[in-house]
């Protein structure tokens, strides 16, 4: 006989599913947030990633056109030069100086995240009014990451249409900041010392990954563990990769559900990944950054629950972010035992 206990907490953000079973179960709730029409997730193995872990080369550039030409000149950067070092979680504002080398008038003009660690950078930020051959200081408020280490966050200038204007030689500009000794924290397992992952998407979906929210949400779930007399979980490669593609179908799909566009089950894609579970759970978030996650984690029971359940030994942690997908980011956390 089989014997299932589902404790399932759901809002506009957030879920956890809490299972206790002699078997996998062969059910699932499902909670669609978006008219999305259900779609069967991507094999990891059957589609190379259309996210990009180096500074991309930009998808348009901008010509010219009949009146003007569109260029830019990056001066220099009048707040956080390269490389400086600042305490986790600092909030702080970076600027860059550019000039207007090109004959057209910036109006309606931005600059917008591309890639590398998004350090809560909104998707884009506004150029002012900038005539040719004017200098502009544009800025950006964002917000350090939470563990040590090296962070690069690649940007792009924009014409009011969304093509990529050349900054000299180059399509994109970046910050990069040092927390603390610019050595990872080993306190609180790494996400980034697990095996290489390579998780997978709809072709057709534009989403972003990178490892920093990843990072920030294992060492606050590890933290808390210690804070509460627990073992820290190691981040398991098959758990990580379950829950990447969790997040990467949530992101691509507009779902908010533990069940997958497929209909998948926790049980269904922890085995998919090659993990075989005798415990298991999973919590999820959607929008938001990791602190704001976990603090909605930990003051709900059923949530705090699972980030301190004793019976785990492992965890996996996905997050993908679409701008066109109603919450923007997507968040999942798979706990196991084998």
Known sequence: MKYSLWFLALTLTACVSIEMKSEPP?????????????????????????????PPSAATTVGTTSNCEDQALLLEDVTIPDNTVLQPGTRFTKTWRFENSGTCAWSGYSIAFLAGDRM?????????????????????????????????????????????LPIGIEKSFWVKIVIGAGIPSTAAVPYASTPLITPGGPLSCDYFLGKTYQ??????????????????????????????????????????????????SIYERLVSAGYAPSDYGEVIYASGYPQSAFDWWMDDPPHRAEILNPAYTEMGIGYAYNADSFYKGYYTVDFGRR
């Open 215 to 264: 990072n920030e949400v294992a060492s606050l779930i590890n933290s808390a563990r210690s804070e509460a007399g627990l073992p820290t979980l190691q981040v398991n490669a098959q758990l990580a990769a379950a829950a990447q593609d969790h997040s990467i179908d949530m992101a691509c799909f507009g779902l908010l559900s533990h069940s997958g566009s497929d209909a998948s």
């Open 26 to 54: 062969n059910t699932a709730l499902v909670f669609v947030t978006s008219t999305l029409p259900p779609a069967r997730l991507v094999s990891p193995t059957s589609v190379q990633s259309t996210v990009a872990t180096t």
């Open 120 to 164: 809560d950078a909104p998707d884009s930020s506004p150029v002012p009014e900038t005539g040719p051959g004017q200098t502009v200081d544009i800025s950006m408020d964002l917000t350090a990451p939470s563990l040590d280490g090296l962070f690069t966050g690649y940007y792009e200038l924009r014409s009011s249409d969304g093509k990529v």
